[in-house]
T-cell receptor, first 116, second 116 residues
Framework: AQKVTQAQTEISVVEKEDVTLDCVYE???????LFWYKQPPSGELVFLIR??????QNEISGRYSWNFQKSTSSFNFTITASQVVDSAVYFC?????????????FGGGTRLMVKP | DAGVTQSPTHLIKTRGQHVTLRCSPI?????VSWYQQVLGQGPQFIFQ???????GRGNFPDRFSARQFPNYSSELNVNALLLGDSALYLC???????????????FGDGTRLSIL
């Protein structure tokens, strides 16, 4: 069975601090996909990044970066120089092609609060 | 281009009633998935439909049902509502499924269902 764990339920930082959101996953499959989504207070889930299990290259997009380590089953997300607009709940998710369609298994989410 | 649209945005029902939630996918998307997000938790997969056929079902009771129409829009029906059905119901669309599990799903703003 698939499982995604986000151990940090809530993180509070001051603007301009760097912050890392942790994600640990479990799957028995060798081919899978990992995602990060952002959920602002308005409720919609905003896609941030997708990673497949064969690509362990870290990725940077502006102030966002992702560290995928297959050996530890982790896919961590770092925001550099955080801003108040980054305040939201962030979800890590896992998609397994052997499962129903492209069903996503989500973690419990990490609520990030960035204070001015 | 319009994103995923869901209606209604909010709904209040009482125990034992039934409810129908609606979703219109992004133009060109043929797959629609439904997720339930209880307050403070990550979304949980309910159903996926592709080309009007059910392609995946999560661990939800038979009180939950769905269908997809020829224009790829979808309805989620819940019968005999319970207090525990109170949640944000999210619809997501993607172009295909299975062979394109890496494609990100695009989510609507959700329908917030409250059961009294």
């Amino acid at each position: 069975a698939q499982k995604v764990t986000q151990a940090q339920t809530e993180i509070s930082v001051v603007e301009k601090e760097d912050v890392t959101l942790d994600c640990v996953y479990e799957t028995r499959d060798t081919t899978y996909y990992l995602f990060w989504y952002k959920q602002p207070p308005s409720g919609e889930l905003v896609f941030l990044i997708r990673r497949n299990s064969f690509d362990e290259q870290n990725e940077i997009s502006g102030r966002y970066s992702w560290n995928f380590q297959k050996s530890t089953s982790s896919f961590n997300f770092t925001i550099t120089a955080s801003q108040v607009v980054d305040s939201a709940v962030y979800f890590c998710a896992l998609s397994d092609p052997n499962n129903a369609g492209n069903m996503l298994t989500f973690g419990g989410g990490t609520r990030l609060m960035v204070k001015p | 281009d319009a994103g995923v649209t869901q209606s209604p945005t909010h709904l209040i029902k009482t125990r034992g009633q039934h409810v129908t939630l609606r979703c219109s996918p992004i133009s060109g998307h043929k797959s629609v998935s439904w997720y339930q997000q209880v307050l403070g938790q990550g979304p949980q997969f309910i159903f996926q439909y592709y080309e009007k056929e059910e392609r995946g079902r999560g661990n939800f009771p038979d009180r939950f049902s769905a269908r997809q129409f020829p224009n790829y829009s979808s309805e989620l029906n819940v019968n005999a509502l319970l207090l525990g059905d109170s949640a944000l119901y999210l619809c997501a669309s993607s172009f295909k499924y299975l062979d394109r599990v890496d494609q990100p799903q695009h989510f609507g703003d959700g329908t917030r269902l409250s059961i009294l």
